[in-house]
């Protein structure tokens, strides 16, 4: 028995290792067949204050001889670099050319913006700038030439959506057919993917800055958050509050006219009006059936990203892209992989929904046509929740890469909204979300975003 039952495991064990997957060849690496990560010139950060430019220390470098220390923090940290290590390299001039680009964050043509990605070994590229509406085939080919240059690939951009096809108004015949030739000349020029927005109203007025760990910057969304309106119902700016949301005394006293008003009851802007949920899905109905067909012949694909934040009612109006049914009805209004979404696996969470399974649904139809992958807290599922690390929340990152890759989705995926450290306010004010960061920590969630990938890879 004891023999018998030996050679059965013996039988076992190479039965199994004959089953097993040959291992990757490290350094495990993006392919054609894998999953790319990706960026915006955007993250590529901006222009160093003067405090931190490097100091020209002449051909001798740093603290040699021919060539004196210049005062201030900078020419300290240039000093003290390499101290005891047999010195650094000389300055070259393109160092200072790029720690010194032109303003912007990492603004189009800039030569930091495209190194600092580089860095990083990301070579693909989202919301390239393509000119104006509607696009135009040199202006799209020239943003993939002006890419391939810098030794990447322009994979992605974002195109507006006019008000006379969101809100179903007189002449959206004719801005379609701006769409459509918009469509046309990306397809031409070898623009693969195109990406999109369809909201009524995004509710922004929900979000404000939380305190995360070691003091870093969160993103929060609270539903019940109370914002100030004055007497021509406007929201006040720059509103300060404390670590919950909660508005300062300070703010009340310096606005005592002003009304106290939840996200949740801001009535509509009048720019925009309020519109019920059918309304909506008629308006993308008509988008979709004029430009999915168009996508289809002209090669790209499309790629309409969820109502974020996915609170039920945005300002009077109905979110047709705040709950995964959504999603799925539609992707069912014209079949075709042309007509597909920006999986985000942090709107995923924040709706309540598990990512990993919604993941495994869209990708295994083929219908997700570019990814944004961060993480969140959830304290309501469409109402409350906190935008943190990476590695930090509930959604399960390296399930999601996994899902993805055992589907074979081959497109890109950003790893979006990093979190405000200290590295990048010492820099300067990082626009956009509140308690958001800069290149610190873009950097930060590339690095993770990588390690799940090539986790991934390895496993599946």
Known sequence: MLQGAGAAAVAQSVEFANAAPAARQWPIEEGPETPKICLGLGDGGGPLPASLQPQNQGQAGSGAAGGAPAAGAGAARTANRGSGFGGTL??????????AAPAGRGAAGSPAAYQRIS????????????GGFPWREENVRGAIQTARDHGMVAYNTMIGIPS???YGRDGRDKDMELIIASIQAAGKAGLPVIEYNFYAHRVVEGYYEQVGRANSGYTGFDYDLEVLVDENGVIVPGLLRDESGQLTPETLQANPNARRIKVRDLPPLESEGAHSLDEMWNNITFFLKAAVPAAEKAGVRLALHPNDPPAPISRGSGQIMGSVAGWKHLIGIVDSPANGITFDCGVTREMGEDPVEVANYFASRKRIN??????????????KYTELFIDAGVVDMLGVMKALVKNKYAGTIYPEHPRALDYDRDRGRIPGYPGGGGYGGVTYSVAYARAMLQAALEAV
């Open 90 to 99: 000389a300055p070259r001039p393109e160092t200072a050319q790029i720690a």
């Open 119 to 130: 860095q990083l070994g990301v070579t693909h590229l989202i919301g390239v700038s393509v």
């Open 164 to 166: 006379t096809i969101l």
């Open 370 to 383: 570019h990814v944004h992958y961060r993480n969140v807290s959830v304290v309501k599922p469409y109402e």
